[in-house]
């Protein structure tokens, strides 16, 4: 069974840094693109950033250089580190893999999300 489990969200002030982790269990996290989505109270959920298996990092335009993405594959976590937030950023921060399972399916998961509250 796949699982992601996120943490590390919460309250935080403008200006202010936060990082989120989502540990993965049942997948074989080396041939997994992971990645960091997010959805604001009435909008649509949308990409904040995404990682390769091997790394290679691409992120969506309003999270560009303040946020990144990475990856341990010995830990099967991925985190994204979110500095100079803005409330704009308020979010319920999803965790998404896509790849294989350990039992050699391909899957397409999401985390339960975690709430991100930035106060202006």
């Known amino acids: 069974q796949v699982q992601l489990v996120e943490s590390g969200g919460g309250l935080v002030q403008a200006g202010g840094s936060l990082r989120l982790s989502c540990a993965a269990s049942g997948i074989i996290f080396s041939r997994n693109d992971m990645g960091w989505y997010r959805q604001a109270p009435g909008k649509q959920r949308e990409l904040a950033a995404r990682i390769s298996p091997s790394g290679t990092p691409n992120y969506a335009d309003s999270v560009k250089g303040r946020f990144t993405i990475s990856r341990d594959n010995a830990e099967n976590t991925v985190y994204l580190q979110m500095n100079s937030l803005k409330p704009e950023d308020t979010a319920v921060y999803y965790c998404?893999?896509?790849?294989?399972?350990?039992?050699?399916?391909?899957?397409?998961?999401w985390g339960q999300g975690t709430q991100v509250t930035v106060s202006s």
């Open positions: 998404n893999a896509q790849g294989q399972t350990s039992g050699g399916r391909w899957h397409d998961t």
